[in-house]
């Protein structure tokens, strides 16, 4: 759904003020045109991704530095999600990368939705404790901290693939252990 004018301008403040509802709603509206954007830079799904997620990431701790004088919500948003890509595409020339299996559509509800009340989030805390330590730290740090497959990669020294697998395999014992 497009954002009515001045509602980007609207949710940045919300967000600036930490309004959760409101940085729910930016990305609802934003999510999708910004990883199409992100998918034209890079080329590659997965990298878009990571670029989406940094930016909206940026967006939530920066919103309190955008000014409207200076150019629109819009190209605010767009801008952080392009210089991510490009972020993304320079730190990608000086990697040497292997085999990446493709990443899978995740139909899960996000983790927000999974925060809503205080019996879920027991649920959540003692299914993490389940967990091996490494695959419970990567989930904490992608999903808490914010980080991304890449960031987490290069913080670590691990290699992107298997950031991505293990988080991927961490959320399946997660997801496996909340239904039960």
């Known amino acids: 759904m497009p954002a009515l004018p001045n509602e980007t301008t609207r949710l940045l403040r919300g967000c600036a003020g930490g309004d959760r509802a409101a940085f729910r709603r930016l990305y609802e509206i934003w999510a999708a045109r910004l990883l199409g954007i992100a998918r034209a830079i890079t080329g590659d799904p997965a ?3 990571d670029a989406v997620q940094e930016a909206f990431v940026q967006a939530w701790q920066q919103a309190g530095g955008f000014d409207p004088d200076r150019g629109s919500a ?3 948003l767009v801008s952080l999600v392009r210089y991510r890509a490009l972020d993304i595409l320079r730190q990608r020339g000086r990697e040497t990368t292997g085999y990446e299996a ?3 559509a995740d139909d899960s509800p996000g983790a927000l939705d999974r925060l809503v009340g205080d019996a879920e989030t027991e649920a959540l805390r003692r299914c993490l404790g389940q967990l091996e330590p490494e695959r ?6 992608a999903f808490v901290h914010g980080l991304s497959h890449g960031a987490l990669a290069r913080r670590l020294a691990l290699p992107l693939g298997t950031v991505k697998s293990s988080i991927r395999r961490g959320l399946a014992a997660l997801r496996g252990c909340l239904e039960s």
């Open 47 to 49: 990298a878009a991704a």
């Open 74 to 76: 819009e190209a605010w």
């Open 102 to 104: 493709p990443d899978e």
């Open 136 to 141: 419970r730290r990567l989930i904490t740090l």
